[in-house]
């Protein structure tokens, strides 16, 4: 996947990962996020805010984007959406062995629209949901968050901007990925656009991309079809949302 949205520099800390993506500008696009296949044009329904996390249960849900009739990127003579699936089934390997229950948008190569993801999102009533994505541009990880302006939560959100009373939830959720990446000595990546699809979830949610791993001067040390690196981006993941999970502000 080639990215054109705005980037912006790493934080150590996750208020000032908070703040500067609170106020960056959301002017940067993104081609062909979570799938490329469109959001179909009918008018949808409103969607009705369940109460946050009742039972207490934590449940992440791994969209591995792409699919079908859409490849994505090509990435070291492959394709983002077979890099995708393949790195969304290890992460749940990781993640169930964590006592982390796990639900994925999809298990093999099909095609799945934005509308479908973020409905699978929201029947899950899940705590977290990572769109993961790949591309051969830059370095480590890049985390994105939708650029629509908090807005207090209502009984019922509008299906294409939902996610608008989640964005400080998601906001706290990248803050807490980028910590425990950059504690792993990766390159980290922040910024904000219009995410498709994620713009209709009612969750706090998160574009995770990951790049080849790169050294300085840009030298290359891992490209992603390195399986260690892609267990070491795996095992960072699920630690961050094992932490995720104990957080304060976690229900």
Request: charged letters at 15%; aromatic letters at 6%.
């Amino acid at each position: 996947m080639r990215w054109s949205s705005r980037f912006f520099g790493k934080r150590r800390t996750t208020w000032a990962l908070t703040a500067l993506l609170v106020t960056a500008s959301g002017s940067g696009g993104v081609s062909g996020i979570l799938g490329g296949l469109g959001c179909g044009a009918q008018t949808l329904p409103a969607l009705a805010v369940p109460p946050a996390n009742p039972t207490g249960r934590f449940l992440v849900v791994l969209d591995a984007a792409h699919g079908g009739d859409d490849p994505g990127a090509r990435l070291n003579g492959g394709s983002e959406k077979t890099f995708t699936l393949a790195f969304s089934v290890r992460l749940r390997s990781i993640l169930a062995a964590r006592g982390i229950q796990v639900i994925t948008t999809r298990e093999s190569d099909a095609n799945l629209e934005f509308d479908r993801r973020a409905e699978m999102a929201n029947h899950a009533s899940a705590q977290a949901c990572l769109s993961l994505h790949g591309s051969e541009s830059g370095s480590g990880v890049h985390l994105f968050v939708s650029n629509l302006a908090p807005i207090e939560a209502e009984r019922f959100a509008p299906w294409r901007t939902a996610q608008a009373a989640w964005v400080s939830r998601s906001l706290a959720l990248a803050g807490t990925l980028n910590t425990t990446l950059l504690q792993a000595g990766m390159t980290v990546t922040l910024g904000r656009t219009a995410l498709p699809g994620m713009d209709s979830m009612i969750c706090p949610a998160v574009a995770v991309e990951i790049a080849p791993e790169r050294g300085p001067g840009k030298k290359l040390i891992a490209e992603l079809d390195d399986a260690g690196y892609q267990a070491r981006v795996a095992a960072t993941l699920a630690a961050a949302l094992l932490e995720w999970r104990g957080e304060a502000h976690q229900p």
